[in-house]
């Protein structure tokens, strides 16, 4: 068969992904696709995974796309008549600790949200379960009896024939030298045997994916680490249906393989592979052993069954795996290059990933959007710097080995750290800042007082934190805090029609005098939120748009791509140029009057505006807004100018009880408010219908926005879902995300986000209910009976459609005030 001169869909790289893809896109209708793959079919990584198809996962989406493979690779022999080995024995994970224990049952809670079948079990129902097994450590475990293990060659054959099937082309030996892109839009490929030109390519080059992305202009960050398994010689009595056996708590997993027993490892200090590249060579290739570097982990396994001990090792095995900076795989178009789609870095879960990421994806092709919220995995979710070598290099030391961590609440990297700081970061570290990170950034999440230190001590209840956090909060409620917001991402929108453009964009009317601040989201034309921002209008043809640090890729790319081929304005970038201090708080006026000659009164500068006032020694943008729910105002100022400016602010702080204050009291603050965080809850699924956003709506405006007419048939139906606010009666509990919402006995739905409130002395979450029998109106969500579940346990609720703290505002609008 000759490489044809044009397909649909190019799909490099014929892994276990690839050749989902090409399944689900030829399933979908879309036959056209040609997949080309630089040696043979699972020859990069797929070919020796140890073939585990779990479906628990993290998060919620992800687990409804591992939940999604289980059943495709349960009904993929008999579609394709290739056999699979999909076998579904279950999975039994343990716990040796109580905080395992509960990280597991708050997981088999969150399955509850979508019907997964997940048993909490005791020690002895996993020595039932699994003979052999030591358990006079073990505190309890959780049982998925419906999880399986896969032969990953075969898998990928299969779904490589039922792609087949529906005519998708597939070449070996066919390896891609360049993805071709012409005006920012990718066109084809050119291969060793000449170019291929496609409406889409799609790059599922697995550890290679990198460095070919890198070549088109794409951030694609992932590096490979040696993953080790041992595989025993066989194993007296061990039966083939047997389920999986994970023990976090020794970093391993246990699987029997053909009468043996093969054990596999997530390291805490994982080894980073192909520093200079991978080889070029590289086809069903292994790497070296190391004794050394498993041997404590083979002591552990040993202690945990062992038989082991007992029995010789026909394998030592060590293959590469691709891990990114966040151990959440890539995926989606990229934002450099359209028609440039993406799916790798699967951290070691690609065989389980693989049939829900090929499906969402192509989807999310076919559509031109993804199916679902899909954030959590979003390739725009990653930063330019991350491209870098060394930085991946470093990260992955400790990314490997995150799999079976504890997904502690609050947990922050330790390795590569410090890439992007504000100017103001030995000023925060000096006083006791304890940073986290996000997007890269290292931001305070909060402060340590004299003689304590500055570091987590994880748990699931109160960590260390706490109580000083807790005093920031009340800082900003009852006098004056200080946060700094650097991390900010900034765009400046600039041209004659900025403001038509923007207008058609923005979902709320930016058509406002010079000086004043809109709330707004962006929508999709689904009437689904894109983004939640506010938007300032600098000059009559300049606005200056503030979104989160996380979506600064994400944003500037939607942003650039909705302004019309030949509209007179221009979206540029700012972030890096100006420092962002947060001073909020009943007595910030007072505070900011002492450092500068501008009228700060309600009259002169009231809610929602804007002005550059002289502050200290510098000219700042101070923009009268709030995230906490206080007076307050942000002040945007040149980077140069920020630390002379923080030290002023600090110097005449003391009188008005001003106190640096971090990230975790703003998210404490803002929970109480019930403003809404995108990417928790606020996605690109969600409506402002649906989230209670409804205000910040400009159905009239001339020229109407993207996202209206969607928006409105909903409007006229009604929504059957809505965002609501929770306090628990119980201080205690404390919730994350993804807790069920129990209303009068039933699931409805679950947590988005949550956070202790200090001022309310309440754990409050918030979170979509859904009446499946009618509309989520006012009646239906504030008529039910609500319980959250936390580690299995339901804890009654109270339900608001308002934030629970000061709903009227009055206290932001400064009522009564000067
Ligand atoms: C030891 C080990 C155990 C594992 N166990 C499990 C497990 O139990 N469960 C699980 O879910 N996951 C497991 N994994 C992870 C899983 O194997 C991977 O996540 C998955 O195989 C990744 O698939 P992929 O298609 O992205 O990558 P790959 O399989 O590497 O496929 C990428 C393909 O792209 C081709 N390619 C690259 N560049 C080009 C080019 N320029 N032109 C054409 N073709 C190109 C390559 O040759 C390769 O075949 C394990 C991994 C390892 C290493």
Redesign the pocket.
């Given at each position: 068969m000759d490489l044809p001169r044009r397909a649909q869909v190019v799909i490099?790289?014929?892994?276990?992904?690839?050749?989902s893809l090409a399944y689900h896109l030829t399933l979908r209708g879309w036959t056209d696709v040609v997949l080309?793959?630089?040696?043979?079919?699972?020859?990069?990584?797929?070919?020796?995974?140890?073939?585990?198809?779990?479906q628990l996962r993290a998060t919620y989406n992800l687990t409804r796309l591992a939940q999604y493979t289980t059943g495709l690779y349960a009904a993929l022999e008999q579609e394709t008549g290739q056999a699979t080995g999909f076998r579904q024995t279950g999975s039994v994970a343990v716990a040796t600790n109580a905080a395992r224990f509960e990280e597991l049952k708050r997981g088999a809670s969150m399955a509850k949200c979508f019907g997964l079948d997940v048993q909490t079990v005791s020690p002895s129902e996993v020595a039932g379960l699994w003979p052999g097994v030591r358990t006079d450590d073990v505190v309890g475990g959780v049982f998925l009896p419906k999880d399986g293990?896969t032969n990953?060659i075969d898998t990928t054959l299969a779904l490589a024939r039922g792609a087949k099937n529906r005519g998708a082309r597939i070449f070996e030996n066919?390896?891609?030298?360049e993805i071709l892109v012409e005006d920012g839009r990718a066109v084809g490929v050119r291969?060793v045997q000449g170019e291929l030109r496609a409406d889409f390519v799609v790059n599922?080059?697995?550890?290679?994916?990198h460095e070919?992305g890198a070549r088109a202009g794409t951030t694609v960050p992932l590096h490979a680490a040696e993953?080790?398994?041992i595989v025993t010689e066989p194993m007296p009595g061990l039966s083939a249906s047997l389920p999986v056996l994970r023990d976090p708590d020794s970093c391993a997993?246990f699987k029997e393989d053909a009468g043996k027993l093969l054990v596999?490892w997530f390291e805490p200090v994982a080894k980073p592979w192909g520093m200079r590249g991978i080889p070029e060579t590289?086809?069903f290739d292994t790497l070296p052993e190391d004794l050394e570097h498993i041997e404590p982990l083979l002591s552990a396994a040993m202690h945990r069954t062992p038989a082991l001990a007992d029995v010789g090792i026909n394998l030592f095995?060590?293959?590469?795996?691709?891990f990114t900076p966040d151990d959440r795989y890539l995926l989606g178009e990229t934002p450099e290059v359209r028609h440039l789609y993406v799916?790798?870095g699967?951290?070691?879960?690609?065989?389980?990933?693989?049939g829900g990421a090929g499906k969402v994806l192509a989807d999310w092709i076919i559509d031109g959007h993804p199916p679902m919220d899909l954030w959590d995995v979003d390739v725009r979710r990653c930063m330019p710097f991350q491209r870098n070598r060394r930085y991946l290099r470093d990260r992955t030391v400790e990314t490997l080995g995150l799999l079976y961590a504890m997904h502690w609440p609050f947990h922050q990297p330790e390795s590569a750290r410090g890439a992007r700081r504000s100017i103001l970061h030995d000023r925060l570290r000096e006083r006791g800042a304890c940073f986290g990170e996000a997007a890269g950034w290292e931001r305070p999440n909060w402060y340590a007082p004299e003689g304590v230190k500055a570091e987590y001590v994880y748990s699931y209840g109160r960590q260390n934190w706490f109580e000083h956090s807790a005093r920031e909060h009340a800082a900003v409620r009852n006098a004056v805090g200080l946060f700094d917001q650097s991390s900010f991402a900034k765009f400046v929108l600039q041209g004659p029609d900025a403001e038509t453009v923007l207008n058609r964009i923005c979902a709320n009317d930016v058509s406002v005098p010079v000086g004043r601040i809109v709330y707004t989201q962006w929508l999709n034309e689904r009437g689904g939120i894109e983004t939640d921002l506010t938007v300032t209008r600098e000059a009559r043809d300049r606005y200056l748009i503030v979104t989160a640090a996380a979506s600064q890729t994400r944003d500037l790319a939607w942003l650039q791509r909705h302004i019309p081929e030949g509209a007179g304005a221009v979206a540029v970038d700012v972030s890096s140029g100006m420092a962002v201090l947060g001073v909020m708080g009943p007595r910030s006026r007072e505070l900011l009057a002492t450092l500068t000659d501008a009228d700060l009164s309600n009259a002169s500068f009231p809610f929602g505006a804007s002005q550059v006032i002289d502050l200290a020694y510098a000219r700042v943008r101070a923009s009268r807004i709030t995230y906490v729910g206080e007076l307050g105002w942000e002040l945007y100022i040149p980077t140069e100018c920020a630390p002379e400016v923080f030290d002023a602010l600090l110097a005449a702080g003391g009188p008005f009880g001003l106190r640096l204050a971090g990230y975790h009291a703003m998210n404490s603050l803002r929970m109480e408010k019930a403003y809404r965080h995108w990417g928790h809850d606020i996605s690109d699924e969600d409506t402002p219908l649906q989230a209670g956003l409804g205000f910040a709506v400009a159905w009239s405006k001339p020229g109407g926005f993207i996202g209206r007419e969607a928006l409105l048939r909903q409007k006229e139906r009604g929504v059957t879902r809505r965002l609501v606010q929770f306090a628990l009666r119980d201080p205690l509990p404390l919730l994350y995300h993804n807790e069920p919402i129990w209303r009068d006995d039933a699931i409805a739905g679950r947590i988005a986000s949550g956070m202790f409130g200090h001022t309310l002395g309440k754990s409050l979450g918030m979170g979509y209910v859904e009446n499946q029998d009618g509309l989520a109106d006012r009646d239906f969500v504030l008529g039910g009976r609500y319980e959250i579940e936390v580690a299995g346990v339901r804890v009654p609720a109270d339900a608001s459609l308002a934030g629970f703290y000061d709903p009227a505002g009055l206290r932001i609008k400064d009522a009564g005030g000067t």
């Open positions: 490099v790289g014929g892994g276990i992904v690839g050749c080309l793959e630089r040696k043979q079919l699972s020859c990069g990584t797929t070919w020796h995974a140890a073939g585990l198809v779990g293990r990953p066919t390896k891609v030298e291969t599922c080059a697995g550890m290679w994916a070919l993953h080790f398994y997993y596999g590289f086809c095995f060590n293959g590469p795996e691709s799916a790798a699967f951290n070691s879960i690609g065989i389980q990933s693989a």
